[in-house]
C-alpha cells in the first residue's frame, strides 16, 4: 500500500470530474493509489470512471447506492492502510505539486494531523481563501464557527483520525464536526500550507450555493458542541445568533440586532479570547466588517 491514499466520493459529477481525476494523475508525486466511490449516479459519472481506472492503475473504484457523503468518506477511509489520507472532490482540481508539497510538511512536522492549504477560486467566482498558517490561528476560527480549514484541500495523518468518524448528523457541513471531534482531542494540531494547493470550482449546484441556509442552522449547532467541549458558558439561543451576526451576518435578512451583539460580546467573547488568545484577531475583524456593512459601533 503506498504511503499515500487519495479518496474522493462522487454523485452525478460527469461534468466536472475529467479535470478532477486528471489533477490528481498528474501529480509530480506519484507514488500513492486513488480511490473513487461512485455514491449511486444516475449519469455519465460510471463511464468516466471505468474509462480512467483503465488509463491509471492507481485508481480503485467503489461503488453504493445513494448513502451521502459522510457515509461515503467513511467507507473510503476503512478502504484505504494508507499512513496519509488526502481528500478531494469530484468538482475540483488539485495543483501538481499538491501531494509532494503537504507530503513535506507532515513529515517535517510529525505533530500535525490535518493539513489544509491556501484554495483559489473558479468558475463562477474568483479569488484566493487565505485560511491560518499556525494551529491556534486555525482552531480559533473554528471556535468562533468559521470554516477554518477547506475540505477537499485536506491531508490527514491516519493515527491522528482513526478514532475518528464523519457524521450524518451534520450532511452539509459534515467536516466542520470531523474537526471539531478532531480538536476536542489532546495535542491536536492543524493548519494550512502556506501556498495554493487546490482550485476550487464554484458553480450553481454546489452544496455551499443549494444548502445555505440549512447550512448556517448546522454551523451553529456544530458550534455549540465545540463550545462545550471547551468549557464556553452559553445559552441555548448563542450560538446560532453568534454565526448569524458574526460568521454569516448575511443569513439574516433583517437589519442586524444591535442589543444581541452587544450582549454576546459582552458574555461570549471574553471567554473566547481566554481560551485561544488568536481570537481577539479574528473577532475584532467580523466587528469591523459589521460596523462597515450595517453602519453600527460595536467596542472588542
Not at 490528481?24 to 508525486?29: E, G, L, T, V
Not at 507514488?31 to 480503485?60: A, H, K, N, V
Not at 513529515?107 to 491556534?136: M, N
Not at 445568533?241 to 460568521?247: A, G, P
Request: net charge negative.
Amino acid at each position: 500500500m503506498p504511503q499515500i491514499s487519495v479518496i474522493m466520493p462522487v454523485h452525478n459529477g460527469a461534468a466536472f470530474i475529467d479535470q478532477a481525476i486528471q489533477s490528481i494523475a498528474q501529480q509530480s508525486h506519484r507514488d500513492f493509489c486513488f480511490t473513487i466511490l461512485d455514491d449511486g449516479s444516475s449519469d455519465q459519472t460510471p463511464e468516466r470512471l471505468r474509462y480512467w481506472q483503465q488509463q491509471d492503475p492507481r485508481i480503485m473504484l467503489l461503488r453504493s447506492e445513494k448513502q451521502g457523503i459522510a457515509a461515503s468518506l467513511n467507507q473510503l477511509i476503512m478502504a484505504n492502510d494508507s499512513e496519509y489520507i488526502v481528500r478531494m472532490d469530484a468538482d475540483d482540481c488539485a495543483l501538481p505539486q499538491r501531494l509532494a508539497a503537504q507530503l513535506s510538511i507532515m513529515r517535517d512536522d510529525p505533530s500535525c494531523g490535518i493539513l489544509g492549504a491556501k484554495v483559489r477560486l473558479f468558475g463562477e467566482q474568483q479569488g484566493v481563501w487565505h485560511y491560518r498558517q499556525t494551529s491556534e490561528q486555525t482552531k480559533a476560527l473554528a471556535l468562533i464557527g468559521n470554516t477554518c480549514l477547506c475540505h477537499p484541500s485536506w491531508m490527514m495523518r491516519r493515527s491522528a483520525i482513526q478514532d475518528l468518524n464523519y457524521s450524518s448528523l451534520y450532511p452539509h457541513m459534515e467536516d466542520m464536526y470531523f474537526l471539531a471531534q478532531y480538536m476536542a482531542q489532546a495535542n491536536s494540531k492543524l493548519f494550512a500550507a502556506d501556498e495554493v494547493l487546490l482550485e476550487y470550482r464554484v458553480h450553481a449546484t454546489s452544496i455551499s450555493s443549494t444548502h445555505y441556509l440549512e447550512q448556517v442552522k448546522q454551523r451553529g449547532m456544530i458550534l455549540a458542541w465545540t463550545w462545550s467541549q471547551f468549557g464556553i458558558q452559553f445559552n441555548e439561543t448563542d450560538p446560532l445568533n453568534f454565526v448569524q451576526n458574526f460568521v454569516e451576518p448575511k443569513a439574516n435578512k433583517s437589519q442586524v440586532d444591535k442589543l444581541c451583539i452587544d450582549d454576546l460580546v459582552v458574555r461570549i467573547f471574553p471567554q473566547l479570547i481566554r481560551l485561544n488568545p488568536s481570537c481577539e484577531v479574528e473577532l475584532s475583524r467580523r466587528l469591523n466588517a459589521l460596523a462597515v456593512n450595517f453602519d453600527i459601533e460595536v467596542v472588542l
